[in-house]
């Protein structure tokens, strides 16, 4: 007869259970819909011209054109290598999979390093921060393995591989153009990574020109800066930022305006991360300046979409649980635990047309006074110095 599994045994097996039926019954529908919802027909189209010489830069379609580095076409290579379908379930498998991995590392340096209650730990942060990859993982976009790597740079900091770290920004870089948000406010704040990360980006500088034809590789440099200034004027109705919160309740403040607001913020949330660095633990520190980077994207990149905000997913999931161990914080816990399910809105077709647009910068807009009352909170430092 053999003995039952312990309890967190069970409990990571459950956690598992629903990762596993995430993914299937995402992919069951990638195979029954596979072009309905999905970004990956613009990455293999960049990829399979890039290695022919031609100029993946040539949409003249704002909202669905190659709008990232040369770089992410090469590393999207070896999957438009693969038979159609094989590589639309590998590279969301790839995808989840990271994020899966960022979630454990976050759970074990964050939440729990208890083994006994790690397992209950995964099991909550994966019931609450997945949801918000549901339609990022449907799509098949480059949004869930940055928000993964994202979380691995303030994880590997926790545990002081800076050598790690600074990997997990370059090739964040490499996939996603606004990863130099998180990239300079963990350099600004960590003086480490900094040699670290001029080495890691030369390295990713240097990947293009691999090409057959490096003439062809130096000017799609010139040719992506002139798309990505060309898309960044872009105003459509489909982002869902801060501007268009606003926008939401009948505001339409001028573009200089909107600039100016994102410069000052800018500085307000390095500020708030400097904060973070003097006044927390090495483990809320590197956590908290993940999630102003990530807060700071949700709010003011003006090409923010709601499939983004599973940047914030993780982090405000593992608030939650954080507070949900403290009993002087068990209502932060609930109205953070509400947030982060939130994200999952545009997974539900009649609560996304209700909540498109507005209710997930809201969410972010709200989640900043959270994160500077852990900044500065009483309940925290009274916490540290026990």
């Known amino acids: 007869m053999t003995s039952p599994l312990p309890k967190t045994s069970r409990q990571r097996c459950a956690a598992w259970g629903f990762l596993i039926l995430v993914f299937s019954v995402i992919n069951t529908d990638v195979i029954l819909h596979p072009l309905k919802h999905t970004t990956m027909p613009t990455y293999r189209l960049a ?29 999207f290579t070896p999957f438009n290598l693969l038979p159609f379908y094989l590589g639309e379930i590998l590279w969301r498998a790839a995808t989840f999979g990271l994020f899966i991995y960022a979630l454990a590392r976050l759970n074990e340096c964050f939440l729990s390093k208890d083994a ?26 480059f949004d869930l393995p940055l928000a993964a790597l994202i979380v691995l740079t ?24 606004l990863a130099v ?7 600004a704040l960590y003086w480490k990574l900094i040699p670290r990360l001029l080495i890691g980006l030369l390295v990713v500088i240097a990947l293009p020109f691999l ?49 100016a607001i994102r410069v000052i913020f800018a500085l307000i949330y390095f500020v708030l991360g400097f904060a973070a660095t003097r006044r927390l633990n090495f483990v809320h520190a590197a956590w908290t300046i993940g999630a102003l980077s990530v807060d700071y994207l ?30 002087e914080r068990k209502w932060l816990a609930y109205l953070l635990g509400f947030a982060a399910l939130g994200f999952a809105c545009d997974a539900i077709p009649y ?14 807009l709200l989640f900043l006074p959270i994160l500077i009352e852990f900044i500065f909170g009483k309940m925290i430092r009274d916490t540290e110095s026990s």
Not at 233 to 245: G, I, P, V
Not at 300 to 317: D, I, K, M, Q, W
Request: with cysteine; aromatic share 16%; proline share 7%.
């Open 47 to 75: 990829a399979t011209q890039w290695w022919a010489g031609e100029d993946p830069y040539n949409s003249e379609r704002a909202h669905d054109a190659f709008l990232y580095f040369p770089q992410a076409a090469i590393i």
């Open 116 to 141: 006994f209650l790690s397992g209950k730990t995964f099991l909550l942060l994966s019931l609450l921060a997945v949801p918000s990859s549901f339609a990022s993982l449907r799509n098949a976009q």
């Open 154 to 177: 303030a994880t590997s900091i926790i545990r002081s591989q800076w050598s790690a770290a600074a990997f997990w920004l370059c090739l964040a870089i490499a996939l996603k153009p």
């Open 181 to 187: 948000v998180p990239l300079l406010l963990f350099g």
């Open 211 to 259: 090409h057959w034809n490096p003439a062809f590789a130096a000017h799609e440099y010139v040719r992506c800066f002139e798309t990505l200034v060309w898309a960044a004027k872009a105003d459509e109705a489909r982002y869902s930022d801060l501007a268009a919160l606003i926008s939401h309740l009948g505001l339409y403040p001028p573009d200089w305006l909107k600039t």
């Open 298 to 327: 949700m709010l003011f990149n003006p090409r923010t979409e709601t499939c983004s905000y599973v940047f914030l997913g993780p982090f405000v999931a593992s608030l939650a649980l954080l507070y949900a161990q403290r009993p």
């Open 351 to 364: 609560i996304h047309n209700l909540t498109d647009r507005w209710f997930k910068p809201l969410l972010a």
